[in-house]
């Protein structure tokens, strides 16, 4: 029986995807690498490794880790001066689930970085909890930010659906062994996603196929 869902953010809560691409392409520019949207794709969405590896060994774990503070700080700045738009629809799908579930954000996003978006948006009264990156050990597709997720609401796996956007959130949400259906923005509309309950283009699908599984389960 359906009982939670857990969401993910970017891409799926709000529109930020893109914005992350600029931003790691913007990163790694200097460093004489021009990012393309099919390396993001590979290296951040359907992996977790980032482009680092191209630079391996030469740049130490030290340097790594202060180019990536860099970066959080420029995207902070983009977060906190632009237009940071939810997702077509999500404010009224979450208004029309959450007297009937139970939810909870899952995402790989710093916390910092959530809280600026959402600051101006009226979805997180929605729900009962948000793990960002800095909740888990291991991100996605890593099992562990799902399974602390179904930790906090107290459900079973097979009572929970998870919505993602990209590969290795779906990898992540099987790995827990929850359904997950999966909704494709402009970065993974070709991607057909192998595994997933059900894939969808837009939230209007979304909430569709989620009634039917409030029907059938009542």
């Given at each position: 029986m359906l009982q939670a869902i857990l969401w993910d953010n970017d891409g799926?809560?709000?529109?930020?995807e893109r914005l992350f691409y600029e931003a790691?392409?913007?990163?790694?520019?200097?460093?004489?690498?021009?990012?393309?949207?099919?390396?993001?794709?590979?290296?951040?969405?359907?992996?977790?490794?980032?482009?680092?590896h191209l630079l391996e060994p030469a740049m130490s774990e030290a340097s790594k880790q202060q180019w990536r503070a860099h970066r959080n700080r420029r995207y902070a700045l983009r977060l906190a001066s632009e237009h940071i738009p939810a997702i077509d629809g999500v404010a009224e799908v979450l208004a029309r689930l959450a007297p009937r579930v139970r939810m909870g954000v899952v995402t790989s996003s710093i916390g910092a970085h959530f809280d600026i978006i959402h600051a101006r948006l009226p979805l997180r009264r929605h729900f009962e909890f948000v793990l960002?990156?800095?909740?888990?050990?291991?991100?996605?597709?890593?099992?562990?930010?799902?399974?602390?997720?179904?930790?906090?609401?107290?459900?079973?796996?097979?009572?929970?659906?998870?919505?993602?956007?990209?590969p290795r959130g779906l990898r992540a949400a099987m790995a827990a062994g929850i359904r997950c259906v999966v909704l494709r923005n402009a970065l993974t509309r070709g991607y057909a996603f192998p595994g997933a309950y059900r894939v969808v283009d837009t939230m209007a699908e979304l909430l569709a196929e989620i009634e039917l599984l409030l029907s059938a389960e009542s």
């Open positions: 799926v809560l709000v529109d930020t790691n392409r913007e990163l790694f520019r200097p460093l004489g690498l021009e990012l393309s949207e099919q390396h993001f794709f590979d290296w951040y969405l359907a992996d977790n490794c980032g482009a680092w960002t990156h800095e909740s888990y050990a291991n991100s996605k597709p890593a099992p562990d930010p799902y399974l602390l997720g179904l930790e906090r609401l107290g459900v079973a796996a097979a009572d929970a659906l998870v919505v993602e956007d990209s």
